[in-house]
């Protein structure tokens, strides 16, 4: 089969792999209809995540056909389409058992933190991801969800991680009504962390990032506020300005490991890896934020070591909250907002790619070129 082959830093192919196989009872084979290229693979792609080995398979976000099951497989039957979590989750260990799937204790025992996720890293277990035209799927009576009747698949395979991080950024912000919510990051995930915080009532949502065809679309799409930190003198000073002086009630952290706006973090986090990623956005978002406000954290950044302002939580007496999101809790509702039409994920998609050309993908996400927002990659079968 076709499929997505790291290299090595920046050095991508595509490249024949051997078909996967049912390893486990409760596996099932997926025959890939679309897959994405996320934010946080660029994170990968650069090197920024430890031990991301030569020969992996990239993409945690991704839909399709079930070809094949296990013996032990009872919630799907083959022909199913379906769309699949980025979490690999048991859904019966502790923390599954209370909807922290993206922190499953089976999926990747061999981690103090995170559970399995496809295709990011032996960190997050090892597991081969959806930029293929198949994947195994462990346990496939939990995860996979069949796409509701009716459901355009670009909504579908936006479901699998992008729209529930958003709405879990939102989530975990606690916003009460009338709040200011700040968010770091025109990304895919902090366009969909906008657009979800007026779902919990926020009164104001600004978006700061530096690059203005994002800023121009989370302005259209989120109907927020947005600006351009390159702009300013000093982002913090800006948000403390426009709220009175008081810090916005709740800012949400989108960027993550490879965030830009400080020399001194981008050396050490991004150039000589001395911390597990740039925390500029991180130390923004605590900054920012009133005294008692919540800050939230979606961002990726790598294991283990971040320079972030501790005395500064402590002292403002902050709650920072922060998680993979736990997409199985939350498809239900999220499907039923893209079915009223409250969500309209695939109104993000601006890039169609034929999985052969994913390197030309990646080089396009990870530049900011042609005003790419999220690009879609297809199979050849998906193509007939």
């Known amino acids: 089969m076709l499929a997505m082959d790291y290299r090595g830093p920046k050095r991508i192919r595509v490249t024949q792999k051997p078909m996967p196989e049912i390893k486990h009872p409760e596996d099932a084979i997926v025959r890939v209809t679309r897959s994405c290229i996320c934010g946080s693979d660029l994170h990968l792609y650069n090197g920024n995540v430890p031990d991301t080995r030569v020969g992996t398979t990239f993409g945690h976000e991704f839909i399709g056909v079930v070809e094949e099951i296990g013996a032990e497989v009872t919630k799907l039957k083959v022909g199913d389409h379906v769309l699949v979590p980025f979490n690999i989750a048991c859904g019966k260990c502790h923390f599954c058992k209370q909807g922290l799937f993206g922190n499953c204790h089976e999926s990747n025992p061999m981690a103090t933190a995170v559970g399995g996720i496809f295709g990011y890293s032996h960190t997050a277990g090892g597991f081969h991801g959806g930029q293929a035209e198949y994947v195994r799927v462990p346990y496939a009576n939990v995860g996979p969800t069949v796409i509701p009747e009716g459901m355009d ?104 490991a490879e965030a ?8 050490t986090g991004r150039k000589t890896l001395m911390q597990a990623g740039s925390a500029t956005a991180l130390h923004w978002a605590i900054n920012s934020v009133k005294k008692g406000g919540i800050v939230s954290v979606v961002g990726v950044y790598g294991p283990t070591d971040n320079l972030v302002p501790i005395g500064n939580v402590l002292n403002k007496g902050l709650t920072i909250r922060a998680n993979q999101a736990s997409v199985k809790r939350l498809l239900p509702r999220l499907i039923e907002h893209v079915q009223n039409g409250i969500l309209n994920p695939k109104a993000m998609i601006t890039h169609r790619i034929p999985l052969e050309d994913v390197a030309d993908g990646y080089r396009l996400f990870s530049a900011k070129l042609d005003n790419c927002i999220k690009p879609v990659l297809i199979p050849p079968s998906a193509r007939m």
């Open 153 to 256: 698949p670009e909504d579908a395979v936006l479901l699998t991680d992008v729209v529930p991080t958003g709405y879990q950024a939102a989530e975990m912000g606690g916003i009460q009504p009338g709040d200011t919510v700040v968010v770091f990051g025109a990304g895919p995930v902090g366009i969909m962390a906008a657009k979800c915080s007026w779902l919990f009532g926020a009164g104001r949502v600004i978006v700061i990032d530096h690059v203005d065809y994002r800023l121009e679309f989370v302005r259209n799409y989120a109907q927020c506020e947005a600006y351009n930190f390159r702009e300013m003198e000093d982002p913090v000073v800006f948000i403390k300005k426009t709220t009175d002086w008081m810090g916005a009630d709740v800012v949400i952290d989108a960027v993550g």
């Open 260 to 267: 830009a706006g400080n020399a001194m973090q981008t050396i």
